[in-house]
T-cell receptor
Framework: DARVTQTPRHKVTEMGQEVTMRCQPI?????VFWYRQTMMQGLELLAY????????DSGMPKDRFSAEMPDATLATLKIQPSEPRDSAVYFC?????????FGPGTRLTVL | GENVEQHPSTLSVQEGDSAVIKCTYS??????FPWYKQELGKGPQLIID?????GEKKDQRIAVTLNKTAKHFSLHITETQPEDSAVYFC????????????FGKGTRLSVIA
């Protein structure tokens, strides 16, 4: 049963600390998305990659967020320095044609 | 860009009744409309989708209808069961292919046994 995996599932950190979230997309999927979910804003796109190349990161605060795909099996989202307003659930999704399949998410709390 | 509106935000139905959730979109170029179900503590799960060349699609107890002229689409769940209780999201894709989805704000469905 192929699925997207994300680590860690939960992260509590203090303001100013660096946070790294990892995602393993479904094998064979060439597009990877990072979304953020909050009560106020709902699900919003942060960035996405196709064949490991970044296509759009306009949803990310560039001064503190960065997203990379070191290889086809790993996508990372980094926040440095983290702020309380970054508290949210971060989802990775992968897809091939139209369908997008979501991972279980990383719940981030910044104190 | 695309904007997706979803109604209602909450919906309570008796077990066995039907539930209908409606969405409207703004970009006439949108051509892919998926629905996701999100249970507590989990990621959104794709349950059904429809493309612009089709007006209706069914999968057992769930169905989706699309009206491109009016730019709205709906999710229909028949014979609801307690396990259908979750948050449902509609989404639209305005760029074609595997590109980012724009989501509605979600509908919290409660099925009362």
């Amino acid at each position: 049963d192929a699925r997207v995996t994300q680590t860690p599932r939960h992260k509590v950190t203090e303001m100013g600390q660096e946070v790294t979230m990892r995602c393993q997309p479904i094998l064979g999927h060439n597009t990877v998305f990072w979304y953020r979910q909050t009560m106020m804003q709902g699900l919003e796109l942060l960035a996405y990659f196709r064949n490991r190349a970044p296509l759009d990161d306009s949803g990310m605060p560039k001064d503190r967020f960065s997203a990379e795909m070191p290889d086809a099996t790993l996508a990372t989202l980094k926040i440095q320095p983290s702020e309380p307003r970054d508290s949210a659930v971060y989802f990775c999704a992968s897809g091939l044609v139209n369908e997008q399949f979501f991972g279980p998410g990383t719940r981030l709390t910044v104190l | 860009g695309e904007n997706v509106e979803q109604h209602p935000s909450t919906l309570s139905v008796q077990e066995g009744d039907s539930a209908v959730i409606k969405c409207t979109y703004s970009d006439s170029a949108s051509n892919y409309f998926p629905w996701y179900k999100q249970e507590l503590g989990k990621g959104p799960q794709l349950i059904i989708d429809i493309r612009s060349n089709v007006g209706e699609k069914k999968d057992q107890r769930i169905a989706v209808t699309l009206n491109k002229t009016a730019k709205h689409f709906s999710l229909h769940i028949t014979e609801t069961q307690p396990e259908d209780s979750a948050v449902y999201f509609c989404a639209a894709n305005s760029l074609g292919g595997n590109t980012p989805l724009v989501f509605g704000k979600g509908t919290r469905l409660s099925v009362i046994a």
